[in-house]
């Protein structure tokens, strides 16, 4: 196969892998996982026609710009030290995550920016990542007394991680239920501004995760309007964009994931995470599709080797992955 074959069947899986995985992680009787594809396996890389250059001059050559290569959306769900289930990660697990990546040249954005087709945040040479968290889980965020951030939350590591490399930002998209990070009361609104300050993304993952599917148009409208309208009313400047499906299932009528709603529940969504499995293609590529964005997931489960998680892709995407160029704000979408 030759290396350009490869590249186009690698870039053609990854856009249409999409697996179910996205379990609710309220213990071991969450509910069923519902498929709406089966995951394709990307063709292997091309193989190289000699050793890598290890030359000085190599080494320090700033990669090539690549536009309309694919970026990763990666899916994060519970921050604990106790991992039970394939969805579980330790922080342990999350830093070294969040080392590689720095270390491989990835920024951070968040699921607004990519859907809108805004990088212009991203510096020339680097490579956007997004950081989802679905089903807000107290590992993901909390406030100490004092109104620090508990450093082991996927929050305090941002923060701290931050501090160590100014040029890798603390941002990320939390997809919230009803009950965000376990708080009530005051404290939900308290919580929401400070990520919401602090550059975050305050995302819809529906008010009670249920499957859509099995919802009447009515109740799964109902589902997103409600949790649009507690974020809005604790961030009105902020009212949530972006949609994570809960289980990766569509409801029957799709229409409602875009808008509905009415006065202070309407809401609308210029994007929608799915669940599984694979690199998003480029905003700038015509096979992206802003309403069913794919995403890789992450865990720390049986150490994290499972099949098509992070580090399974991310080894596959050196040659594929976007790669901004100083111009990258102003690249004109395929048509």
């Not at 969040?98 to 040249?105: A, D, I, K, M």
């Not at 996927?154 to 239920?177: E, H, K």
């Not at 802003?290 to 865990?299: E, G, L, N, Y």
């Amino acid at each position: 196969m030759s290396g350009q074959l490869a590249r186009r069947t690698f870039l053609a899986a990854a856009a249409a892998a999409v697996v179910a995985g996205c379990n609710d992680t309220s213990g071991p009787d969450a509910a069923p996982v519902v498929a709406d594809h089966t995951p394709i396996r990307p063709a292997a890389p091309a193989p190289s026609s000699g050793p890598a250059s290890t030359s000085p001059a190599a080494a320090s050559r700033p990669p090539t710009p690549s536009e309309l290569g694919v970026i990763p959306v990666l899916m994060h769900h519970r921050l604990t030290p106790n991992v039970s289930g394939e969805y579980d990660m330790t922080p342990a697990f999350f830093r070294a995550e969040l080392e590689r990546l720095q270390r491989e040249g990835y920024h951070p954005i968040r699921t607004l920016d990519l859907v809108r087709r805004d990088l212009s945040t991203v510096p020339a040479g680097k490579t956007p990542v997004v950081l989802t968290f679905d089903d807000s889980t107290p590992g993901q965020f909390a406030l100490d007394k004092s109104g620090r951030v508990v450093p082991d939350t996927a929050m305090g590591i941002l923060l701290a991680f931050q501090t160590r490399f100014p040029d890798f930002p603390a941002v990320a998209s939390f997809y919230l239920n009803k009950s965000p990070f376990g708080l009530t009361g005051a404290d939900v609104p308290r919580a929401l501004k400070y990520l919401n300050d602090a550059g975050c993304e305050l995302g819809n993952h529906t008010w009670d995760h249920p499957n859509l599917r099995h919802q009447t148009t009515a109740q799964a409208e109902n589902e997103i309007a409600r949790l649009a309208a507690m974020i809005t009313s604790a961030v009105p400047a902020a009212p949530p964009r972006t949609l994570a499906l809960p289980l990766g299932v569509h409801p029957r009528d799709r229409r409602v994931l875009a808008s509905g709603g009415h006065g202070s529940t309407a809401y609308r969504n210029d994007g929608v995470l799915l669940v599984g499995a694979g690199p998003c293609p480029s905003p700038y590529s015509r096979t992206f599709d802003p309403m069913a964005v794919p995403r890789i997931r992450c865990s720390s489960y049986q150490g994290g080797r499972g099949d098509l998680l992070m580090d399974y892709w991310l080894d596959r995407l050196p040659r594929q992955k976007f790669v901004a160029a100083s111009n990258n704000s102003k690249v004109v979408p395929q048509t």
